[in-house]
């Protein structure tokens, strides 16, 4: 095991680590951030802090899979920022924004239905949806068995049928 | 205006095609450098530096550095800024040894109680003309979860607890938007041992011969810690998933300690005779602790740097003295 390795030059090696994951997957960590917290300027931030914490890990040298790891440490400190944000100022896809520019490109229709998800429901979906990954890496990086993570899509899935059925029969 | 999505599969192919806002602005890796230690370990200095001491010697006048006293008036530690000279082994080595990082990372598997040599014939090679051999200590803490495990005659030094309680000035410096736990625990705490005393002269030479001989690019030789404790690390979070914390380092110490860091930000402050160094750039206080047998360096480190956000001395300093006997 690598942990707590204290050799003086891991620290060199770990800031070269870092520019590599930097390259490989910002650009992933910001979309997944930003479909979980809807906010650009926030999903900005998350996937720096991100970063700044897979830097800190000392599992940053002996980790197998990377993405996973990353995108569990995203995961988690995504949710971490929700609950630190009150639900209505970090999450700006409410009605009353509608005709106004948002980070979403005015899609509010997307918009509408990820705000009646919860943000672990949104990190779900993008995992499986946007990202395409299979069971076991989504498993593995929400930390749970591959069957619950199914049946938490079924759900999910389940779900987003729910609220477009009930809005088309609002809308008569 | 899009079309209404009526189905998941709809609702699928609109996330799929969704725009994702740009990324406004560069990923700030300023804020990553404020992880990095650069102030070169104790252990690396003193291998280094017992084979460079002429170098040492010839450029010890032009250093820019701080002394610390004790409440007799005695200086008890020096930390000075290495000249451009005293640094270039350390870079070189740094450059040479980057391709043996993925090694050394393997090697680093070891036993408890144990650590590796490691030399690389052009480290060997292209470090001599500095006078150094690129001899390297491969080695691992030995985690603890609790202070209770840290020793008792290094323990009973400071008021080391299991938790760490933040004052209210200190949680806007500690937390984004100063909403956090105005108690910190230990979440990580590591220690580490000091090396046999060692003839690295001789040790290097002889490993080099012997991967010349035996025509590989590196040699690695087995070798047991001693008891001693070289050095105690405590990481105090919000818990185990928590972002950011504070630090507290103790290393063992002797007269001073060799820098890359530039200290002329540095401020030093005596109270109740204690004299601390406080590190702006880095958030962190320095300040040494001894009995009559042993003497360690202590660091008290802010973790997390917020944009905007000054971590005051006042701040470090609290929590300096919330740990002093």
Known sequence: ?172 | MKDKIKTFEEFEARMKSQEIPPVQRNIELERKKIYKPIYLRASFIAIFLSICVTASIATAMNYTGWKLFNAEGQEVFEMKTMSEEEEAPHRKYDEVMEKYRVIKEKLSDMPKGKFRYFLAVDGYEELGMYGGYGLTMLHNGEKIDSVMQIPKELKELLLLKEDLQVPEEVKESLYFEGIGEDKLVLTEGTIYYNFPAIEVDGLAKDMYAEAKENNVEYIVREGTLTDDIREVKLLYSENKEGFGGIEITLQSANEGMSTTENLASSTKLTENGVDYLYDPVFQQVYFVIEDDTKKFIVTIRFTTKWEGIVVAKEDVLAIAKSILK
Not at chain 1, 13 to 18: A, F, M, Q, V
Not at chain 1, 147 to 161: D, G
Request: proline share 2%; with cysteine.
């Open chain 1, 1 to 172: 095991m690598l942990t707590n390795l204290s050799e003086t030059h891991l620290e060199e090696s770990k800031e070269t680590r870092i520019e590599e994951l930097l390259k490989e997957y910002h650009s992933k960590i910001y979309a997944y951030c930003f479909n979980i917290l809807r906010n650009s300027h926030d999903a900005e931030d998350a996937a720096q802090e991100v970063f700044i914490k897979a830097f800190q890990s000392k599992k940053l040298l002996e980790i197998n899979n990377t993405n996973a790891w990353l995108y569990r440490i995203a995961y988690n400190h995504c949710l971490n920022k929700v609950k630190r944000k009150s639900f209505i100022e970090f999450i700006p896809f409410v009605e009353k924004n509608r005709g106004q520019e948002d980070d979403t490109n005015s899609d509010m229709e997307l918009s509408y239905i990820l705000s009646k998800l919860k943000p672990k429901e949104r990190a779900m979906i993008v995992l499986r949806i946007v990202e395409d990954k299979d069971f076991t890496e989504i498993a593995s990086i929400l930390d749970i068995g591959i069957p619950t993570a199914r049946k938490r899509f079924e759900r999910i899935k389940s779900k987003v049928q729910k609220i477009l059925e009930g809005r088309m029969q609002d809308e008569g």
